[in-house]
């Protein structure tokens, strides 16, 4: 069905509003008759969460209204469940739809698009009827994103700037800003040609921060002291960025984008080091970061 199609059945649709928490809603259409014209509509105040609808009928209306501030998430990306089936997602701007994702389309692919105007976003979800209902269940996670943030699938201007070397202002910016800040060595680096992405492997060194637990901490031998053991983790980067082992103690900052760890600026360490002591002593650090 095309999205002129859909425009015209939305205005003759009755609008059912779905209870949800702040962040999350799993619902179903099973409590209304398979030929009724109705939409769910759910309201979310979170700037990350998930939606899971299952046994989907006709429509489902996603309104993202994050209760922090709007004008710092200019972006929204969401990534389909494993098991996404059975509806395609439209982007609703204005009252017009613009396709996003397509029923079958490849799952856990990250779709992101910019969110910028006066009106909040909405996602509209079409169910497929065709589509086998024993077997459809329709999820995704979303979250939105400050201008600071790299989404893994912006525009190609966006992929050429997250692979420029970070220049000394944002070096020492992407320590009080980034979603994680760990020091440490670069054990390997393995290449996904089909998402287009390197995974950085990140062992020893220290952790300073992270917003979630993307970096875990190993203890080498039994009984060893937490102080003893080792921190590890992996690191998502683009392919086109050409990322290499290399010997040496880096520091790596970036972002978290469901559940994953993505490459900001990562200087070496003692590079960073010359860096900040400088600049505290001039008093242009931007914030204070612990030293050995």
Known sequence: MSPDGIISILIALHVWHCAADLCNWTGSDLAHDK??????????????????????GQALRVVLEPNLSYAHHSTVCIKPFRSFHGASVYIERAGV??????DG?????????RANGPQRPALYLQA?????????TVGF????????SIAPSLSQSVRQTSCRPCNDIELLMAVCNSDFVVRGYIKNVSHDPERQTSLVEVSGG???????GVFEQEVGTEGASRSDSSWHGHIHTL????????GGEFL???????????????PRYKDFLSLYQTARATHLNSCDFPLD
């Open 35 to 56: 030929d009724s014209r109705t939409v769910l509509q759910v309201r979310l105040r979170c700037t990350e969460g998930s939606v899971e609808w299952v046994y989907p």
């Open 97 to 102: 739809l613009e396709l996003l994702i397509t």
């Open 128 to 136: 497929n009827p065709q589509s086998h209902i024993n077997r459809r």
């Open 252 to 266: 790596f900052t970036g972002s978290e984008h469901f559940g994953e760890a993505w490459l900001g600026c990562a």
């Open 141 to 148: 996670r979303y979250e939105l994103l400050g201008n600071r």
């Open 206 to 212: 220290r952790v300073y921060w992270q917003r979630s």
């Open 239 to 246: 392919l086109q960025c050409r990322v290499k082992p290399g």
């Open 105 to 113: 389309g490849r799952p856990e692919q990250v779709f992101c698009f």
